[in-house]
């Protein structure tokens, strides 16, 4: 047996270990939750509810903080520069 051999093993050893884990971990949990699969579902439809919601009011209130502060840009332009009431000076 070369060392490839080994290590071929070894990492297939590793991949079936980690697959019969990720199994047995995935009925315990199933057995061991503390919800029907109605109640998790349910709350987990509260939840996306909820961070719609918040995702929503933030937005609101960037739109308001970012048209305020346009809003306040403009007018200290305004304000800097003299309006031009002079006519243009066309040459052709």
Known sequence: ???NDFRQDESGSF?????????????MAGLLAPRSGIQTRELVRE????LKDRAEDTMLRAQTIANETLARVQLGARKRTPPDLSEPDITV
Not at 15 to 27: D, H, L, Q, T
Not at 47 to 50: A, V
Request: no cysteine; net charge neutral.
């Open 15 to 27: 991949v079936a270990g980690f697959i019969i884990g990720a199994m047995v971990g995935g009925v």
């Open 47 to 50: 939840r996306g509810l909820e």
């Open 1 to 3: 047996m070369s060392i």
